[in-house]
Structure formats: structure tokens, C-alpha cells
């Protein structure tokens, strides 16, 4: 699939149910037109994961995720050799008859998300996910497989892209990436929806969700996002949060409810407990007057 | 195209502004930002805002300059270049006395006596003892070299990377399939390999309000070093208000590090609130897990202007995230000192190691504690 403007490329995107704002879809339109990674950084829960999902479902390819942790190597990342079957070869075989090299072929190679992703023939979008948490050996490895989309394995040569992936990194920096790896790629700042946006995207993510407990419950959150809590929830708490009103039968929202359903929100205890009584039918009460202000 | 030059002109100056405003853009990026206007139409400003600030800016801090620079820049808005309002506030910070200032004097002292000081081993006692708030000019650069050296040792922490180490406990498959050829598929020979040691993260907090003064100095030289030996390493100063200073410290030269650091910190030689900077650090930077499973070192005298209870909640927080706190409190170094300031008493209970770090032995000591601190058993 071919994008001809930022406008059709949103346009899809709306279509796959991914409502991103003006600037997001620019950086992804760019990415393509430019063939250019994209770094995505952000608090956590705006959709970064999410974005890369719905940038595969519209240009109708393949999405390969690699999870980054510390710790993770190119055995993980990469490729890894099938030591079982090795042996089993060898034992199989009579005594003298294996080379190595046939033991070291395509055959014997467990393939892993970047190896996957290089050595394709159908469209992939890569996502390589919370970068900031591999270690920084790792992140100087991935900065040369994307400047030459090409990985070699000592036993089997170097295997170059065919066609370049749609690569997008997502970081929640817990450090700062390196500025090679920043340099080669565009950046946008993803941050919390407007109201109006989270208000949609709510809609869409939670079929048949009334309109006024999307609107209220968007407003709300909103207001958790104001206050000095250790994990403010992102469009991914608002939309479960959505589902378990909506699950509950509520048509509006009230200080009973927020109440009993505060956990799919808040995720640790100190938040719940600065978000009780006064403080939650005060919130309550400005989220019902934010959202009937629309 | 027919307008491409005006757009060319027009870029590639506003990539110089960025430049001077403290951006890094070079002329790869200015590229990139050429062939992303390219393809997007140029009649949507939105479109143009974006492009040119996905392709110049790679840092989330660098964005409100962005922002400025382009209203100031593009729109022709009613503000200040950035560039100017830089210069407006390096005046401002150079109007009242900064350190950097007394530091820059002092060098000129320095230069007028002639040969920095020499000092022989019996000096080098002198000058380990002495209290940092004594030490003059020539001596604290003295002590530079040796605070370098003492900064060199880092806390580590296994990486889950393993190499080959004929004394490692994991077997090195791939290795011993390669030499188990020669032996008919027999795995004779069991090639080892083991985790590697790498830095463990260290999170560095320095008091610089005016109680702090006579130790700031020495303290800021030990953060320079420290930030030296590596990635990793995050440092920071507060009194009123927390500042980050990794990039300031990342200069070589310790001097250029120092100035940049004076100017950085707004508020140097003020009054200290401890409480409400640590809220801050952990507000903005502990949310992004910077202190998760680092060792946290805090440089205080513990003296808080505010509540010392909001200092406890958040030394609490702190400790909950990091591998181990360290605090460090220069009037520690004074036998009768006891800690009863009321920020120092509500933190105590959260801090694992409690050191002076008045002089250079002191600042030996620290290193060899950070060098083998061990996680703490119970919080």
C-alpha cells in the first residue's frame, strides 16, 4: 500500500481505528516517504505499540516485534543456532561423515525478530519496543543493522534487506539513547490525547459505550492526569476502564461507581489512596461539568 | 522546483538559529528536513511544524526551544529569538555572585603566583585530611587529579552478556557443538562462559544551596569525574529547584564543565528544599525508572527550609526504586556532628549508607562503598 499524502495515510490509519493526532501521522507518512526509522517516545500507555500495529494493518504488512529488556543479545535478537538438532545430526550420522558447514546451514538457524524482519519477502513493519531498556552494547548493534539493513552470520555470509522494513523504536526514557541512533531516525513526542480525540478514541475502541459515560469517563481521567500521582493512566487504562463501566451497564458516571472500578485506572495503592472520598466526588463532580461543557 | 531555494535559504537558516540556541543540527538533519518538506504540502503550517521538528529535534527537552524558535522564526510571533533570551538569562545569572565567578578569580589568582603548588607525600596527607571548605584555590586543583582517580571506581552489576571465561558456570553451546565434530558428536571438551561485570547506574543529587557552598566545589569536581568514568552516570543539583547536569558535566575539561554547571543551576547559593526537589526528581525522572536499580547518591547537609515530612514521603519513594542510597553530609566529617536537622532526621530511615565527605579520605571511602555497596536486606 502507497500513501500518497499524510491525508490518506490518516485517513487509513482512522479506518484501522487508530485515531492519531496531526503530528504522529506526519512522523509515520515521513518514515515511509523517507525511509527513515521513527523513534516514538512518551509517557507510558499513549500508544506507542499501538501506533506501529495500526501502521501494519494499513500498509497490509507483517508486524515483527522485538521486546527489548537489559540482557537482551543477538541470541534473542537476532539469531540462534538449533544446538538439539546439531546434535542430534551428529549422532544420527556415522562417525566422520558431517561437515561443519552442513551443520551450520539455513536448516540449523533459529530465526529471530531482526533477522526476521531483514530477511523477508512480504512488507514487515518493525517494532522495536522500549529500546531504552536494552543495554547499550545492544542499542550500537541495532544502530549498524539499521544503517545497512544487513546482518551477517559468521557461518552463512551477510544477508542484506531485499526491501527496507518501516521500523519504529518506542522508548519510555528510562535513559537517553545515543545520539547516533537519534540522528538516524525522526522523533516525535507522543502525549496525552485532547479531550476531544480521547473521547473518540474511546468510542471506538468500546463498542456500544454511551456517549455521555465515554465523555464523562475521558473527562475524569483527565482530571487523574492533574493530579501528583506516581502513574497518571494513559489512553490504555481509560480505554479498559471504558470497558468495565460499560460492562457494569453504567449510562453516566457517579462517586459509587469511579469507586468500585478505580482499580482498572490506578495501579498502585498510594494513587488509589490520594484519589478517595472528598477528592474523588470532587473529580467526579468537575469531570461531569468538564464533560457537559463540551 | 521554482520556490526550492527560497525553502533551501530559508531552512538551512533556521537550522543555524536552532544551532546557536544550543540545538544540535547538523547538516545531515538539515537534509533530512528538506526532503520531509518535499513531500508534505507546504500550505498546512501544522504539516511544516512537524516535519521540521521531527527531523532537527531528537530530545524531548530540545522541544519548547523548537516551539520558539519556530513561532519566533516562521510566524514572526511577538517573542524573543531564543538565542537572545539565552544570552538575557546568562547575564541575569552572572549578575549575582556564581561560583563560577569566584572560580574564574580565583583561577587569575592562581595564574598571577606562578607555578601551581607542589606538594610533596607528606602533603598529599595534609591535603587528604584538610576540610574542603578550607582548601584554596591551588589546592583544590590539586586535588583534582585525585579526585578523578578516586572517581574512577564504579558499583557494578552482572549483565546478562556472557563471554568465554574458562572459569564461567554456563556451558558455551555453541562452541562445544563446534569441537564436538572432531570427537564424533561426543561433547568432550566443555567450553565455559560467564556474565561480564558492567557499571550498575548511578543517580547523583548535590545540594549546591548556600549551606552547601564551601563544599560544592570539591563535590562538583568528584560529579565531573564520576560522570567521566562513563554511560550511566545521571547527576544533578538542587537548593530551591532540581537542575540536571549530565550534560553540562559531560565537557572534558573541568573547568568548561564547571561554568556550564553554575550557569545551568538557577538557583546556586539559595535556600534548600530538599523535600520538594526530590519530589521533582522523582516526579520527572523516577517515572522514566531512572533510579530503578540505581545506586542514589544524595550530597547534603540535610538542612530543609520546608516540611521535613514531605522530605521523608519522598526519600521513601526514592528507596523503593533504587538498588541502594547512599548519603553523604559533609558536616558528618565533624566527630560531634549529630544528625539533627530535621530534613537529615527523616531521611535516615531510608538511606543505606550514611558517609561524610568533607575531604579527600572521606571521598576514598565513599568510592569504596559505592564500589561494593550491596543491595540492602531489608527496605
Known amino acids: 500500500m502507497e500513501f500518497g499524502s499524510i491525508d490518506e495515510l490518516e485517513g487509513a490509519l482512522r479506518d484501522a481505528d487508530y485515531l492519531p493526532e496531526r503530528g504522529l501521522s506526519t512522523a509515520l507518512y515521513l518514515a515511509l516517504v523517507l525511509s527513515k526509522p521513527v523513534l516514538l517516545e512518551g509517557e507510558a500507555g499513549v500508544g506507542k505499540t499501538e501506533a506501529a500495529k495500526a501502521l501494519a494493518t494499513v500498509l497490509g504488512a507483517r508486524l515483527i516485534r522485538l521486546q527489548c529488556y537489559e540482557g537482551l543479545d543477538v541470541a534473542h535478537a537476532v539469531y540462534e543456532w538449533n544446538y538439539p538438532r546439531q546434535l542430534l545430526h551428529i549422532r544420527a550420522a556415522q562417525e566422520g561423515t558431517v561437515r561443519e558447514e552442513e551443520l551450520f546451514g539455513p536448516e540449523y538457524l533459529i530465526r529471530r525478530p531482526l533477522l526476521e524482519a531483514i530477511d523477508s519477502d512480504e512488507p514487515v513493519v518493525l517494532l522495536i519496543d522500549e529500546i531504552d531498556r536494552a543495554d547499550e552494547e545492544f542499542e550500537a548493534f541495532l544502530l549498524e543493522v539499521l544503517s545497512d539493513f544487513q546482518i551477517t552470520i559468521p557461518e552463512l555470509g551477510t544477508i542484506s534487506a531485499r526491501r527496507r522494513p518501516a521500523v519504529i523504536l518506542t522508548s519510555n526514557r528510562t535513559r537517553e539513547l545515543h545520539d547516533a541512533l537519534k540522528r538516524r531516525a525522526l522523533f516525535h513526542w507522543i502525549g496525552h490525547p485532547s479531550l476531544e480525540r480521547e473521547i473518540e478514541i474511546v468510542r471506538i475502541r468500546v463498542p456500544g459505550i454511551p456517549e455521555r459515560l465515554a465523555s464523562e469517563a475521558a473527562a475524569f481521567v483527565r482530571e487523574l492526569r492533574g493530579l501528583d500521582l506516581s502513574k497518571p493512566p494513559g489512553v490504555a487504562e481509560t480505554i479498559d476502564w471504558g470497558m468495565a463501566l460499560n460492562a457494569l451497564g453504567r449510562k453516566e458516571l457517579d462517586a459509587e461507581v469511579v469507586r468500585q472500578t478505580l482499580g482498572s485506572v490506578l495501579k498502585y495503592r498510594e494513587d488509589i489512596e490520594t484519589v478517595q472520598d472528598e477528592t474523588l466526588s470532587r473529580l467526579v463532580g468537575e469531570a461531569r461539568a468538564a464533560s457537559a461543557a463540551r | ?379
Not at chain 2, 568528584?222 to 553540562?248: D, K, Q
Open chain 2, 1 to 379: 522546483m521554482a520556490a526550492g531555494d527560497a525553502i533551501v535559504g530559508h531552512v538551512v537558516t533556521f537550522g543555524r538559529v536552532l544551532h546557536e540556541a544550543g540545538l544540535e543540527v547538523g547538516p545531515g538533519r538539515v537534509a533530512d528536513a528538506l526532503r520531509a518538506l518535499d513531500s508534505v504540502d507546504l500550505a498546512r503550517q501544522e504539516d511544516v511544524f512537524f516535519s521540521l521538528r521531527q527531523t532537527l529535534v531528537s530530545r524531548r527537552d530540545e522541544l519548547d526551544l523548537f516551539d520558539r524558535a519556530f513561532s519566533a522564526w516562521f510566524l514572526r510571533a511577538p517573542v524573543l529569538p531564543p538565542v537572545r533570551t539565552r544570552h538575557a538569562s546568562e547575564t541575569v545569572t552572572r549578575v549575582g555572585e556564581s561560583p563560577s565567578e569566584r572560580l574564574r578569580s580565583q583561577g587569575d589568582e592562581e595564574d598571577a603566583d606562578g607555578d601551581p603548588l607542589e606538594l610533596g607525600a607528606s602533603g598529599h596527607e595534609l591535603l587528604r585530611e584538610k576540610d574542603f571548605a578550607e582548601l584554596t584555590g591551588d589546592e583544590l586543583r590539586h586535588v583534582r587529579t585525585l579526585i578523578a582517580q578516586i572517581a574512577q571506581m564504579r558499583p557494578q552489576r552482572l549483565s546478562r552478556r556472557r563471554a568465554a571465561d574458562s572459569r564461567g558456570t554456563s556451558l558455551d553451546v555453541r562452541r562445544m557443538i563446534r569441537r564436538s565434530l572432531r570427537t564424533g558428536g561426543d561433547p568432550v571438551d566443555r567450553p565455559l562462559r560467564a556474565r561480564k561485570d558492567v557499571p550498575r547506574k548511578l543517580v547523583v543529587l548535590c545540594d549546591v544551596s548556600g549551606s552547601m557552598d564551601s563544599y560544592a566545589r570539591a563535590l562538583l569536581l568528584f560529579l565531573h569525574a564520576v560522570v567521566g568514568t562513563g554511560r550511566g552516570v545521571e547527576a544533578f543539583a538542587f537548593g530551591t529547584r532540581l537542575s540536571r547536569l549530565t550534560p553540562e558535566l559531560a565537557t572534558r575539561d573541568p573547568d568548561a564543565a564547571l561554568d556550564r554547571c553554575t550557569e545551568a543551576v538557577v538557583d546556586w547559593g539559595s535556600g534548600t528544599r530538599i523535600g520538594a526537589s526530590l519530589r521533582e526528581f522523582n516526579e520527572v525522572y523516577g517515572k522514566r525508572a531512572l533510579s530503578r536499580g540505581a545506586i542514589v547518591l544524595i550530597v547534603s547537609d540535610g538542612w530543609e527550609r520546608e516540611d521535613p515530612e514531605l522530605v521523608g514521603r519522598e526519600m521513601a519513594k526514592l528507596a523503593r526504586a533504587a538498588y541502594a542510597v547512599v548519603w553523604v553530609n559533609p558536616l558528618k566529617g565533624n566527630p560531634q556532628y549529630q544528625p539533627l536537622a530535621g530534613g537529615m532526621r527523616a531521611a535516615l530511615p531510608y538511606v543505606d549508607r550514611f558517609l561524610p565527605g568533607h575531604n579527600l579520605r572521606s571521598l576514598e571511602e565513599l568510592a569504596a562503598v559505592l564500589a561494593g555497596i550491596e543491595r540492602r536486606h531489608a527496605a
